[in-house]
């Protein structure tokens, strides 16, 4: 970017231009005297005439108004917001408090080289600076934390600059914005889809840790599954590149929910275990089709022949045991038919005739049954504040159907209906169990009541709806909880 001024040029009759401190995603900053109180400020300029479009301005003019809500003693302190017209040019500037001291990525190129308690100490510094910009209201996200914008004094105390990037809410992004702001190798994904939200933050903080434990950008590191493969580059304890990797993740849930939650770990305050639990992650191949909303989740789960091809192994070995049990049971029938035609009594033969003939129906209907569930049955669910509802459609005929209380599910989770988890045999079929609260009690025990679901999925896709399920629960659960604190 091209210099708006020169050493020595005195802009709006009070500041005077000393040097140049660095160019940000928004303008130049310059290091300038005030003119009126001696003391030297930064000084950020933008050009009207050189800007490409006007969201460079609104960016602008959005950081002069943060900068001025902002009070934090890491924070240069906001000082002034004005403008300049000549015949010529526009110019626009934002004074601030001057920290004396390098960036970080000034430091490291001149060789400096911090071992692991300093970065500690350096990250504790920054996590108080995102924990009180989370704090306010709206929350206000930097989105462009990395080393050029974090000075360190002499004393080793860090200062946080450039928020030309920031978002004063995160409320738009998460539906879907578009403008893609931040520096490469330091942006988290979402960033790349126009998205912040507050952990965007730590995972700009986890990049720049990342930077100077290797004195290399984030992006040069190797990468496997999208994550930095950074373990093989760093001399640093189990226990910190586990904390870092979590900064690191590439996927928003998997990160630390909050600066707060981070920082409670680095310092040792929480485990970091507390945060190994992940929601497990939707089946790239599976066909099920969930919707979520606040108030609302909605399953479909397809007929087995739609389903991936674990689900169809799964449902032709299911008939085709179903298909040898029958043939063994007809056997069996045959076998009694023969001993009806050989017993003289009329009385026996019309009883075994009926048992025979009920038999020989219900084998004939399991087959039919069986068969038709894999091919076109579809399970459907829906689970609001008041209801769960569930059904089974059979080409456009329901088949199935329940219905009960929401607030009456105690717990959801993944068994075999013929046999332990640990146990299961051949014959036995992956679900998904909801327990419900129940008031039935036969003598001394309290009757158990189930809603069974999902046979013939695959295990990463009942351990998904599983996790899904249970989530809205529990959100359901505490925003109940909260409206009536």
């Known amino acids: 970017m091209e210099l ?27 290091r300038a005297e005030d003119l009126k109180t001696g003391q030297q400020v930064a000084l950020k300029a933008l050009s009207l005439r050189r800007i490409a479009d006007w969201k460079t301005l609104e960016l602008f003019e959005r950081e ?13 302190r906001y000082l002034d917001y004005f403008q300049t017209d000549t015949s010529r040019e526009r110019g626009f500037y934002i004074a601030q408090q001057l920290e004396e001291g390098k960036s970080l990525a000034a430091l490291v190129e001149n060789g400096w080289r911090p071992d692991e308690r300093e970065v500690r100490h350096i990250a504790t510094q920054i996590l108080d600076i995102l924990i009180y910009l989370h704090s306010l209201t709206p929350p206000v996200i930097h989105r462009d934390i990395k080393p050029q914008n974090l000075i360190r004094s002499s004393d080793g105390r860090v200062f946080l600059v450039d928020f030309g990037s920031v978002t004063g809410t995160y409320h738009n992004t998460l539906t879907g914005g578009s403008t893609v702001v931040g520096t490469y190798g330091y942006m988290a994904p979402e960033q790349f889809r126009g998205q912040a939200v507050l952990s965007t933050d730590l995972y700009g903080l986890g990049a720049t840790l990342l930077f100077l434990l290797t004195g290399k950008s984030p992006a040069d590191l190797p990468q496997r599954s999208l994550k930095i493969n950074f373990r093989p580059h ?4 189990k226990e910190f590149a586990s904390w870092l990797e979590k900064t690191l993740e590439p996927v928003i849930e998997d990160r630390f929910p909050s600066a707060e939650e981070a920082l409670a770990v680095l310092r040792g305050e929480k485990a970091l275990a507390n945060y190994s639990t992940q929601k ?5 191949d599976t066909a099920i089709r969930l919707t979520r909303t606040e108030n609302r989740l909605m399953v479909e789960i397809p007929p087995v022949w739609f389903s991936p091809n674990e689900s169809r192994r799964q449902g032709i070995i299911s008939f085709l045991m179903t298909l040898l049990f029958s043939l063994l049971l007809w056997l069996v029938i045959l076998l009694m038919e023969i001993q009806d035609i050989m017993n003289t009594s009329g009385f026996l033969s019309g009883f075994f005739g009926v048992i025979i003939l009920i038999l020989k129906i219900s084998i004939i209907a399991g087959l039919l049954d069986e068969f038709i569930t894999l091919a076109v049955a579809r399970t459907q669910l829906e689970i609001d504040r008041y209801n769960f509802r569930g ?3 059979v080409l456009g005929w329901r088949k199935f159907k329940v219905q009960f209380i929401t607030e009456d599910i105690n717990w959801v989770q993944v068994g075999f ?5 640990k146990k299961k045999t051949l014959n036995s079929s992956r679900f998904i169990f909801v327990g419900l609260k129940s008031n039935k009690r036969y003598w001394l025990w309290k009757k158990s009541q189930y809603f069974i679901f999902g046979k013939f999925m695959t295990q990463r896709e009942t351990e998904w709806l599983v996790g899904e399920i249970g989530d809205f629960l529990t959100n359901r659960q505490d925003a109940k909880s909260a409206k009536e604190d």
């Open 417 to 421: 209906l013929f046999n332990s988890v």
């Open 391 to 393: 059904q089974v459609i």
């Open 64 to 76: 002069a108004q943060i900068l001025s809500q902002l009070h934090h003693p890491a924070i240069p």
């Open 234 to 237: 760093v001399r640093i304890s």
């Open 4 to 30: 708006l001024h020169n050493s020595g040029e005195i802009i709006a009759e009070r500041y005077r231009i000393l040097d140049t401190l660095g160019q940000g995603g928004v303008g130049i900053t310059y």
């Open 280 to 284: 497990p992650r939707r089946p790239k």
